[in-house]
């Protein structure tokens, strides 16, 4: 069996090592890199040294070539660093420390799990299986590679290394360039996640929220309840009863309210969704709806679908038929505008975008239905959105 090392109560001390370059006067010797200790804040990590189980215990050090494997549903296991970075294990995670200054200049290489990685002042890569070399991202970066392919979440940096990163649209899953900097929501989106950052927090690296200062509002999470103030701009109608209609007219405002939720599953991206309001043209009504919300790089959109009868006919004896069809789509696009801080939370505070509506018909009356033409009609409208988050 290989040692194991169990609970936060253990820390593990690192050992100076220094290695001696021969006996010429001439030749410096080479200076020591960054060496790391292992901490394990929770469940249970293993160590293997050349194949071997390691004694891992108050007073040893990590050393390249060294095998870390954490195991239980909360593990987290740190790769403290003498330079002041730190690569953080979570569950199921196996990690082979590597050498900073050697010819590769890696922290190590991580296979499968989740690695929360604070870096320091000086160079930090880590090596991922079937991700590459992920380097030059910013002060705190995660790598998550419990789906395939593994997901590179960075705070800052280019992150032109060729590596992958996936991103779940509409429940797509789809893979695209790493260089897109993660969101908020993605960063932090469950207990682990918190976790760690309350331990960078006790450990005096700083709050993730300072890593946001200047952060684009598109990073921002997006939920909680919005005022919002919707501006018509542009409202046209062919048939009998437009003047009937309850369209909004260019420069009329109505007022409504979105709330926007997101549900983070473990080891998945986010779903997120929104109780939106329509304006029913018949009586100008309300029209309350939830639907999923889609997340662009840097937009969110969402729609309604619905077909609709255009008469209700009613015959001698009392029945009804339901005569020609219509079908009424709406369209939503907003663009976060601005964000900051609250209650340690960055959040999206204020969208803006617009709406698009329209009423085709798919199917006439006919002339079976003396009357019913009247209620044939076609439209189409466009608005311009203005979405306020409550609250201070």
Request: net charge negative.
């Amino acid at each position: 069996m290989r040692t194991r090392v169990r609970g936060a109560a253990v820390i593990v001390v690192a050992t100076a090592m220094t290695l001696l370059a021969g006996c010429a006067p001439s030749e410096p010797a080479a200076e020591a890199g960054p060496h790391a200790v292992l901490r394990v804040h929770a469940g249970d990590a293993a160590v293997t040294r050349d194949g071997r189980p390691a004694e891992a215990s108050a007073g040893d050090a990590l050393l390249p070539g060294d095998v870390v494997t954490t195991s239980g549903a909360a593990a987290m296991a740190d790769v403290a660093w003498s330079d002041g970075a730190i690569t953080r294990l979570g569950p199921d995670t196996v990690f082979t420390v590597g050498d900073p200054v050697g010819a590769l200049a890696s922290r190590g290489a991580q296979d499968g799990g989740r690695t929360w990685n604070r870096t320091s002042s000086g160079p930090y890569a880590i090596d991922v299986a079937g991700a590459g070399r992920t380097r030059d991202r910013g002060e705190l970066f995660v790598v998550d590679c419990r789906d395939v392919p593994c997901r590179i979440l960075a705070t800052a940096g280019r992150g032109g290394d060729g590596s992958l990163t996936s991103l779940r649209r509409a429940g797509v899953e789809t893979v695209v360039d790493s260089s897109r900097l993660a969101t908020w929501t993605e960063l932090l989106s469950d207990e682990w996640a918190l976790a760690s950052a309350q331990l960078d927090e006790e450990a005096g690296l700083g709050l993730v929220s300072a890593l946001f200062s200047d952060a684009e509002p598109s990073r921002g999470v997006l939920e909680g309840t919005f005022d919002v103030t919707r501006t018509g701009r542009v409202a046209e109608c062919d048939g009998a009863s437009c003047d009937r209609l309850h369209i909004l007219q260019p420069g009329a405002e109505r007022a409504l309210t979105f709330v926007f939720h997101v549900d983070c599953a473990a080891g998945g991206g986010c779903d997120a969704s929104v109780d939106t309001q329509t304006i029913d043209t018949a009586d100008g009504a309300l029209i309350d709806a939830t639907t999923p919300l889609v997340a662009g790089e840097e937009s969110y959109s969402w729609g309604t679908d619905q077909e609709l009868p255009i008469c209700i006919w009613t015959y001698a004896d009392g029945t009804t038929e339901e005569v020609g069809r219509s079908r009424n789509a709406v369209r939503w696009t907003v663009t976060p505008t601005a964000a900051e801080v609250r209650e340690g939370r960055f959040v999206v505070t204020e969208l803006r975008g617009t709406t698009q509506s329209s009423l085709e018909i798919a199917e006439d009356v006919g002339s079976g239905y003396p009357g019913c033409e009247q209620f044939a009609v076609e439209w189409s409208s466009a608005s311009d959105m203005v979405l306020t988050k409550r609250g201070g």
